[in-house]
Each structure stands twice: as C-alpha cells, then as structure tokens.
C-alpha cells in the first residue's frame, strides 16, 4: 500500500490550519514567496524546502511532520511529492515527557520496513523527539532519520529554568533573557543521520515547479 502525501490535507480541523498557514506566506500580490517566521525562525526562501525535498524524495518513503513547528515543513514537502504524516506533539512541561496524537492513520502497513524522515522545525531538549523516536519505532521501519529547519534554538530563562544539564556552556548575564543555542548535540543518539535546512539553497526551477503543484492541487483559500 503506496502512502499518499497529504496535499490537500486530508483532516478539516488540519485543512483549516493550513489555509491559516497558507495565508500567512502569501506576499502582498498574493504569491507564495517566504515561510512564516513563526514555524521557521527565519524568513528562508521557501525555495530551500523545496530544493531539500527534491534531495529527499529519493532516500524517503515518508516523513513525519511534528506540529506545529514542522508545519511549513510539511505543507511544502507534501506539495513537492514526499509522502507526509502528521502528528501534533506538545511538551507537557520542562520535565517530563511529550503528547503523541497522530492526525493520520500510523500503521504496521505504512511504516513498517519503511525509511522514515522525522520532519521537526527545532530541538531543544531532544524531548519530544525522543517520544517521537519511541513511538514510530513500535513499527518496525528500516531507518529514522531526522530534518530540522534550523540548527539553532532561541533558549529564553523561561525553557531554560530546569533544563540546565541540556545547555552546559549557556550563561545568561545582566539583563539578557535569551539567547540562540546550537543545539544540535541534542539530538537523541537513537536517529540516524541528522539533517537541515541550513544545508540547502534554493533552486528556481524547484520553486516553479511548487507553485504549480500548489495551483492545481485543489486548495481553496
């Protein structure tokens, strides 16, 4: 059983978050042009997920968007052609573990032997990916892999407080409340290769060739 990307999504509640989403990239002419900031942290030429897609639609059979951070992510790689499955995921305190609610069906039949691409916008804890690692492991695929859109973390005194150990070489100093943290090291030993958005620039031609897909795809705004 072939796994069909989820564009357009195929959850009202999920559809209606992404013509949110979809909204918030469209420029003043109304063309797609940057994704947001607020999934990103960077207003990165949309052209980058797309050329990254291109180099992992032959390596992947499917990718695991973790919402919302992986939301940009997602809507633009299932629209290039990997084949996406969506699970919202939250952290339920500094401490402690994270929530695991697929919004797609997860089953033996499509994930198990499968090369699986774990799509997350960040990591600051390895937290939520480590839940994530647990829970897709239960399937048996052949290999997890892991794409972040970014390397580095905004760590504010909030997220910080509690979770020291995970930010050895990290001091905040007079007034600063924040600062950006590599973060990388993070990562659960667990996955296999760790890759990023940072590693890939934008393609043209990749671009065109989304925002036809998008066009014809059926997405009412």
């Not at 992986?70 to 499955?85: E, N, R, S, W, Y």
């Not at 007079?174 to 943290?181: A, D, H, K, N, S």
């Not at 036809?212 to 009412?220: A, L, T, Y």
């Amino acid at each position: 059983m072939s796994i069909q990307p989820s564009s357009p999504p195929r959850s009202l509640t999920f559809n209606q978050i992404y013509q949110n989403y979809y909204r918030s990239i469209m420029d003043p002419e109304g063309r797609l042009s940057y994704l947001s900031s607020s999934y990103l942290g960077s207003h990165r030429d949309i052209g980058d997920v797309c050329s990254a897609a291109k180099e992992l639609i032959p390596n992947y059979d499917v990718g695991i968007a973790i919402l919302n951070g992986a939301m940009g992510l997602a809507f633009v790689m299932g629209h290039c052609g990997l084949p996406i499955l969506n699970v919202k995921m939250q952290r339920i305190d500094n401490k402690y573990d994270a929530t695991w609610k697929p919004l797609d069906e997860l089953t033996n039949e499509t994930l198990e032997g499968k090369r699986i691409i774990v799509l997350e916008n960040d990591v600051l804890t390895g937290k939520t990916l480590t839940r994530a690692y647990q829970e897709l492991s239960k399937f048996n695929p052949s290999s997890i892999d892991l794409f972040l859109a970014r390397y580095k973390t905004l760590v504010d005194k909030s997220n910080y407080k509690g979770n020291e150990q995970y930010f050895p070489n990290l001091h905040f100093s007079g007034y600063q409340t924040e600062q950006w943290v590599d973060t990388r090291g993070n990562v659960p030993d667990s996955y296999g290769k760790t890759l990023g958005l940072p590693d890939f620039e934008s393609d043209p031609n990749v671009v065109l060739e989304f925002i036809k897909k998008v066009e014809s795809s059926g997405f009412i705004l």
